[in-house]
């Protein structure tokens, strides 16, 4: 069936899958995936070593009922443990996991739950990942914001009373290169407290810059840990480079961040051994740099522009509960985001258990917030969205609702000093 190459792309080559989007690929022309292309910086860390080991070693068949009991009922969380809440055995006890991790939740979190949205501020990208709507590929309308449309854009956000902001760009050096998003940056230090960015993988002494023009914190979405599916979807571009993307988060603590989040797209490969990779990512990076304020995004595929046939592979509402539930009780201090892409009704329940972060009045194309937030017709040309997102609910609506739950709205509890 045509675009069904997340249910069989072990079996495709790469070949195949370009031939699917009609596009015609050297195989000669392809890197590497492994190897680092000109003026990538390469660190000397271990941490990919240790979660690679942990996560191509993981046989979650072999858990039983008995495993899982056992987890749930140690005070803390060991890797041997998360993976077996990670396991099909643990299904059956969800809800005893839910009340552990709410348990966790409450401990260190209270009943606060943060609010950000997001701010895609160009959409042009020069790789060819075959799931995603902004891959160089895709005919779709693309678009850079200028300086004067940024701040038109940041000022109607921060006018709905947000006060964090995530910047988005696509994948381009050439079309969003690092003084353009640092002068983004400078522009949101204006208008909020907090700047998260969302880019392309960069040097750490690109961080560091980035950091100094008023970055916070930097997310990362590794997409998925398996190399060797990272390879088939991965077709062309700098993204191409598996390890250089792995190692992004621990460059911008090398270059100051005070934060990094971390995530795979959960329906790209096995869901269980990409949530453990994630959680191990962290867990490990943690050890090095006990200062930094961690996270983790759970993410699952959406539909995408160009390919609307596409759902996430086997992670159904039920195993992403149990994922989050895991994360919470194995990383009690981490922050947990549930994003947009899933509905109302899942992002009120998992905010009472585990979740610490969900995004409001959500926008992932380019140049739209005045029309979304006024709801008139805008004159001006816009950029088409990343994917499709589930719950589009207003900042006003999404703070009312989450009071509603019994919980506590923060949009931002950081001075600085």
């Known amino acids: 069936m045509e675009n069904q190459f997340f249910v069989d792309s072990e079996h495709l080559s790469p070949e195949v899958l370009a031939k699917k989007h009609r596009i015609e690929i050297d195989p000669s022309s392809r890197k590497n995936h492994m190897e680092y292309l000109p003026g990538m910086e390469k660190i000397e860390s271990d941490v990919c070593k240790n979660v690679m080991e942990q996560m191509n070693s993981f046989d979650y068949s072999k858990y039983t009922a008995k495993d899982v009991k056992t987890a749930l009922e140690h005070d803390t969380c060991s890797i041997e443990?998360?993976?077996?809440?990670?396991?099909?055995?643990?299904?059956?006890?969800?809800?005893?996991?839910?009340?552990?991790?709410r348990l966790e939740t409450s401990k260190h979190f209270g009943n606060t739950v943060y609010l950000f949205t997001p701010l895609y501020i160009a959409n042009y990208c020069e790789n060819y990942c075959v799931y995603c709507g902004f891959n160089c590929y895709n005919h779709i309308?693309?678009?850079?914001?200028?300086?004067?449309?940024?701040?038109?854009?940041?000022?109607?956000?921060?006018?709905s009373g947000m006060e964090e902001i995530l910047i988005l760009t696509g994948e381009s050096r050439a079309h969003s290169d690092i003084d353009y998003i640092g002068e983004a940056c400078k522009l949101a230090r204006k208008y909020f407290r907090m700047v998260g960015l969302e880019i392309y993988p960069v040097n750490t002494d690109e961080y560091k810059y980035l950091h100094e023009c008023g970055a916070d914190y930097v997310t990362v979405f590794q997409e998925t840990y398996d190399a060797e599916k990272y390879e088939q979807l991965h077709l062309l571009g700098h993204k191409r480079v598996w390890p250089?993307?792995?190692?992004?988060?621990?460059?911008?603590?090398?270059?100051?961040?005070?934060?990094?989040?971390?995530?795979?797209?959960?329906g790209l490969s096995d869901f269980r051994k990409d949530a453990l990779a994630s959680a191990l990512h962290v867990y490990y990076l943690q050890r090095k740099y006990p200062h930094a304020e961690m996270s983790l995004s759970c993410p699952r595929l959406r539909p995408i522009i160009n390919n609307d046939k596409i759902n996430p592979l086997d992670v159904h509402e039920k195993q992403l509960c149990q994922i989050i539930c895991a994360y919470r009780i194995f990383l009690p201090f981490v922050g947990i985001t549930v994003s947009s892409r899933e509905s109302a009704e899942f992002r009120n329940g998992i905010v009472k258990i585990a979740a610490t972060k969900v995004s409001a009045g959500v926008s992932t194309g380019i140049g739209d917030h005045e029309s979304k937030y006024s709801g008139k017709e805008s004159d001006e040309v816009q950029g088409d969205e990343q994917f499709e997102i589930d719950d589009n609910r207003s900042l006003d609506k999404m703070y009312k609702d989450i009071e509603d739950e019994g919980l506590q709205p923060v949009l931002n509890d950081y001075l600085y000093v």
């Open 81 to 101: 443990d998360f993976k077996a809440l990670l396991s099909p055995a643990a299904e059956p006890f969800l809800e005893q996991m839910a009340q552990r991790a």
């Open 141 to 159: 309308n693309r678009m850079k914001l200028s300086m004067e449309q940024i701040e038109k854009e940041m000022k109607v956000i921060a006018d």
């Open 244 to 266: 250089y993307r792995f190692d992004a988060q621990e460059r911008a603590l090398m270059g100051g961040m005070r934060g990094v989040a971390f995530s795979a797209l959960l």
